[in-house]
Every structure is written in structure tokens, then in C-alpha cells.
């Protein structure tokens, strides 16, 4: 199936924007753990490297690459804290990926240090501020602690709004373990002391707001964790109350992630405007590599050799092309010679 898949892939003009999307859901199936094979996932990319070369794959290699790093550095963390005697209240295991590999977005008035800042949305690029409880924030610091010998000058900043959680409810008949997102633990843990609370008041504890609010809410009394007066009409005011008599035919299952239309939409031009702006980049050093082997040479020849050299990974349109050359005329890499439509290498 996977070589079926090559021989349809090789009739895609734009590849570029295939490797975008294919990336970002690689990136969700390693981070979740949600793969069916891995070594059907690294068979893939060998062959997508065969069809388009190294440069093509070498970031879809690194996250793998960042996976089996994370494995050994979770397990070194935990020789670690047993070294030191230290004893967390939980199981942690970490990923830590190379920004520049990863098509993963941070709230960009975030970092580690203040995870118990109120929700909120960067406007540019709607990623959610998530407030995480006091227990994780204790591991948190650990392994920060940790990380920070053995590597100094690296900045850790912490994609809370992708973490999952395994909790395990002991006050119903039956020990229940559930996988859910750190929203909906947040929103969970504010019953750890108190039966029933408002939607308004839950948004006050956990810093969750608005439509995340809403739909994160949902996602948990639909399947009976917590209960409300009526399903279909929630809001602010409705009182929410810790469901003692939720039973479920599985022992063990996952809470469903909030269905957010718009976010994926977001997502889907966001991933179309860099695959915009990587074309542009791919193009001027396209250009500049041509130019600078060349050192003279006629438009026409020019464009030619543009697109023999980027048509594995796009079809570029001509006025792109010009586009570009212009730009790195005003850049100053390349200049008009006095013969007509000829340019020249500036070094």
C-alpha cells in the first residue's frame, strides 16, 4: 500500500504542501503515540526520501530521531530522581523536540516559568495559554532542573495545550482510568474538593474561557464524568455537579478532544501561508545557486533552469519566478548586465 501511495504521490505538482500536511499529522501520531507501526511510518519516509531526496525528509528523520532521544532522556530523569531520593506523585515522561523540526506552535507569551498564567489566545496564532494543576507544576520543576546540567543554554518552553493525561478514578464502583487532555483535567481537578460548581466559576479556577471552555466542558459530561441539567443548553450560570454514579462498559478509555471547526481551518491557512513563504525562500536560493555557478545568464535560460531545479518539490509559476528575481536584484545578489534581459552574479 505504502509503494501504491509513492507511485500516486510522484503526480503531485505540489509536494511542498503535501510534506506540510503530511508533517503535521506525523507530528500528532508520534506525540500521542497514536501510530499503527513505526516501522511502517519509517518506511514511508525512506521512500518519500527516494522520490525527493534528503532534503525533503531530513525534518520528518529528526522527529523521529527526537522520539527515540526523549525515551532515553525520560529514563536518565528517572535514575535521576532516584539517585536523589526523590519521589514524584506521578509518572512523567517528557518529549523534547527541536522547534525547528517540528510544525508545532507556542504561545509566544509563555514559557516555563509562568505555566500558572490565566488562558489565553494569541490572536496571531490562536494557541491556548494552558493553566496546569499544582502537582504537575512540581514535576515541572524537576525536570527542568534536571534537563538544565545536562544541557545549558537550551531554553525549554512547554506545549502544555498538547500534553495527555492517564487518571485513574477511584470513587466510583470501579477504578476507572481515563487518557484526556491537560483542559480536561483542569477543569476535572476543581471537584478534587467540592461536588458542585458553576460553569462561571470553573473558568475562574482553571483560566479556560469562552468556546475551549464550552466544548472542553462537553466533552466530559457527555460521557457522564460530570453532570448538568440540560446537555444541550449550557451556560455560564448552569451549575455542574461530580456525576458518584457514572458507569462506563470500559475499564479504560479516552476522552474525546473538543471538536474546534474554526481552529482546524486556522490551522489548514496557516500551514497554506508557510508553505507560501518556504517557496519564496526555496526560490531565492534557487536563484542565487543558479547565478552564482552561472555568474551570466539570459532570462529565458534562467526560468528554465528555475524550474527544472524546483519541480520535484512544486511547479512555480513564471510570474513567481520574476517576482523573486526582482527581489534579489533589489537585495543586491544578482544585477542587470547592459545586454538586454541578462543577468549577473554579484558576489
Known sequence: MLSNTIVIFRYIEDKDVFQKFYSKMLSSRLILGASQSMDSEESMIAKLKQ????????KLSRMFTDVGLSRDLTERFHKDLDKEHIKLEMNMNILVLQAGAWPLQA?????????????????????????????????????????????????????????????????????????????????????????????????????????????????????????????????????????????????KFKLPAPQMQKQVEKESEQVNNTVQQDRKYYMECTIVRIMKTRKVLKHTQLVNEVIEQTKARFTPDVNFIKKNIEALIEKMYIQRTDQNDEYQYLA
Request: with cysteine; aromatic share 8%.
Open 51 to 58: 522520490a525527493c531526496g534528503y532534503e525533503f525528509t531530513s
Open 107 to 251: 504561545p509566544s507569551c509563555f514559557n516555563g516559568n509562568d505555566a500558572n498564567s490565566p488562558q489565553q489566545k494569541n490572536a496571531q496564532n490562536q494557541v491556548p495559554v494552558v493553566s496546569i494543576p499544582p502537582e504537575f507544576q512540581v514535576c515541572v520543576d524537576h525536570f527542568e532542573k534536571f534537563y538544565s546540567v545536562s544541557h545549558t543554554g537550551r531554553k525549554l518552553t512547554w506545549l502544555y495545550h498538547m500534553a495527555s493525561v492517564e487518571v485513574k478514578l477511584t470513587y466510583l464502583d470501579k477504578p476507572y482510568t481515563i487518557t484526556m487532555s491537560i483542559q480536561q483535567l483542569s477543569i476535572l481537578n476543581c471537584f478534587a474538593t467540592t461536588e458542585s460548581l458553576t460553569v462561571e466559576r470553573i473558568s475562574v479556577i482553571t483560566g479556560i474561557t469562552g468556546d475551549i471552555l464550552m466544548k472542553t466542558l462537553r466533552t466530559i459530561v457527555d460521557v457522564g464524568i460530570l453532570s448538568v441539567p440540560s446537555k444541550d443548553d449550557i451556560k455560564m450560570e448552569t451549575l455542574v455537579t461530580l456525576n458518584q454514579s457514572m458507569t462506563n462498559k470500559r475499564l
